[in-house]
């Protein structure tokens, strides 16, 4: 029998415009944020730190994706990422990927992640 995970709500679904990204703030006790990327009912989230000095990446609320839509991209020193696994393909910290946050869309059209993402 698989463990029950204690989750969290990060948002809805339809909270994260399509092909667009949003970054959620830290919960208290946590160390950083998240942020998800949407492309139609597909979506990833991450730990908003990047691998190589861990700042966080956006310079402006939700904005985590080049002017393409097609790569994250770090605003500190312009890693990009990609958005399907977090591999950095650019930048200082090459090699290396953002940390993924394991996630569920429920039936609802929640976007859940365990409870302790981000600490």
Same mark, same amino acid.
């Given at each position: 029998?698989?463990?029950?995970?204690?989750?969290?709500?990060?948002?809805?679904?339809?909270?994260?415009?399509?092909?667009?990204?949003?970054?959620?703030?830290?919960?208290? =006790?946590?160390?950083?944020?998240?942020?998800?990327?949407?492309? +139609?009912?597909?979506?990833?989230?991450?730990?908003?730190?990047?691998?190589?000095?861990?700042?966080?990446?956006?310079?402006?609320?939700?904005?985590?994706? @080049?002017?393409?839509?097609?790569?994250?991209?770090?605003?500190?020193? +312009?890693?990009?990422?990609?958005?399907?696994?977090?591999?950095?393909?650019? =930048?200082?910290?090459? +090699?290396?990927?953002?940390?993924?946050?394991?996630?569920?869309?429920? @039936?609802?059209?929640?976007?859940?992640?365990?409870?302790?993402? =981000?600490?």
């Amino acid at each position: 029998m698989k463990p029950v995970v204690a989750e969290r709500v990060l948002c809805a679904l339809a909270d994260i415009p399509d092909g667009q990204s949003k970054g959620f703030p830290a919960v208290p =006790g946590a160390f950083t944020g998240l942020f998800a990327v949407r492309r +139609g009912d597909r979506v990833w989230v991450y730990v908003n730190s990047c691998p190589h000095i861990g700042v966080p990446l956006d310079p402006v609320p939700d904005r985590f994706l @080049d002017g393409k839509k097609q790569n994250i991209i770090c605003s500190t020193h +312009g890693a990009r990422f990609r958005i399907e696994d977090g591999f950095c393909t650019s =930048g200082p910290c090459y +090699g290396e990927s953002l940390e993924a946050v394991p996630h569920r869309i429920d @039936d609802q059209g929640r976007v859940l992640v365990p409870e302790d993402a =981000g600490l």
